[in-house]
Nanobody, 122 residues
Framework: QVQLVESGGGSVQSGGSLRLACKPSTYSRMGWFRQAPGKEREGVAA???????VYADSVKGRFTISQDNAWNTLYLQMDSLKPEDTALYYC????????????????????WGQGTQVTVSS
């Protein structure tokens, strides 16, 4: 059974930065999702084979997803945070045997972490 563990959430003022981490990261497709109260879970950023990445339009230019194989960790660097970024952030992974493109669709993943809360105040 795969257990993904997120860390790095917290409270920050608008314009600030946070870095989320998720272990382990040895999967062919990994992503970050978020869910705010009363809203559906949405894909934020994902990474696939050859380090290809994809981002939601709402975070392009502000968030960066990366995978550190030496530390077996997936990161989400979040800069220029806005109050609308407030949500529970989840790490997700797909455990397949092939090479996969990154995806922001929740049904393209079969493992999920418990989530880490990010709160951005104005």
């Amino acid at each position: 059974q795969v257990q993904l563990v997120e860390s790095g959430g917290g409270s920050v003022q608008s314009g600030g930065s946070l870095r989320l981490a998720c272990k382990p990261s040895t999967y062919s497709r990994m992503g970050w999702f978020r869910q705010a109260p009363g809203k559906e879970r949405e894909g934020v950023a994902a990474i696939g084979y050859s380090g290809r990445t994809v981002y939601a339009d709402s975070v392009k230019g502000r968030f960066t997803i990366s995978q550190d194989n030496a530390w077996n960790t997936l990161y989400l660097q979040m800069d220029s945070l806005k109050p609308e970024d407030t949500a529970l952030y989840y790490c997700a992974a797909y455990d397949g045997s092939n090479w996969y493109s990154p995806s922001l669709l929740w049904f393209d993943y079969n493992y999920w972490g418990q989530g880490t809360q990010v709160t951005v105040s104005s």
